[in-house]
């Protein structure tokens, strides 16, 4: 297949971390994603007060904006220093506590109450732990997950969704054999199969 060059490169946990630390971050759009504000009348579809989901979140700034509009945001990210970023950079208080269901994992919440982020890797979560959303935007997440992973990832993100939740997928088209990854390059046909 055209992704064959990429199928068995693996990014590790910790050099994600390491990103982190070294400010290595060229995904973070400061002024939020032109795609969200493009497409949220198909995430939110008149509905309010919904549960959305970031899923490999960063420091996406729409976590803030999604917030301010009353809806409530849970996300999950493995650098702790990703997170603490998000709510100094908005200046918003929060509160730490463990998670008693995964060990060593955290979970950030703002004072307010509405926005909850998650510092474990996405494959510690489940329902019983998070709840279903109603919405998800899922941008450098899919594409950044391991090409190995994609359908264990895809499986844990269907069972995470209401009924009538609706998902943003971002993914980026460019040649594979020319470009590493991450971001990984995933085909339409691929997402296809991986999402039924
Ligand atoms: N969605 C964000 C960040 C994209 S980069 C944005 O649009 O800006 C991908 C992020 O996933 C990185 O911050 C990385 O630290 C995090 N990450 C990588 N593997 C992860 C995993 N297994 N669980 C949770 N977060 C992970």
Not at 58 to 76: N, Q, T
Not at 118 to 141: M, Q
């Amino acid at each position: 297949s055209d992704s064959g060059s990429q199928k068995d490169r693996v990014v590790t946990e910790e050099e994600w971390l390491q990103k982190w630390e070294m400010g290595n971050i060229g995904f973070h759009k400061e002024k939020g994603h032109p795609l969200l504000k493009k497409y949220l009348d198909v995430l939110l579809n008149g509905r309010s007060g919904l549960r959305i989901f970031f899923p490999l979140c960063g420091k996406a700034v729409e976590m803030k904006r999604l917030a301010d509009m009353g809806h409530s945001v849970v996300g999950v990210e493995v650098s702790e220093k990703a997170l603490k970023e998000f709510f100094t950079e908005h200046n918003l208080p929060y509160c730490e506590e463990p998670v008693p269901e995964i060990s060593g994992a955290k979970k950030l919440q703002s004072t307010s109450g509405n926005i909850s982020l998650y510092c474990c890797s996405i494959y510690d979560l489940s329902s019983s732990i998070v709840g279903k959303f109603d919405g998800v935007w899922d941008r450098g997440a899919l594409v950044a997950v391991n090409p190995r992973d994609r359908q264990r990832y895809v499986s844990l993100m269907i069972t995470l969704m209401e009924k009538n939740s609706s998902y943003l997928l971002v993914t980026v088209s460019y040649d594979p054999n020319k470009h590493k990854g991450p971001p990984f390059y995933v085909p339409e046909s691929e997402i296809k199969s991986l999402f039924g």
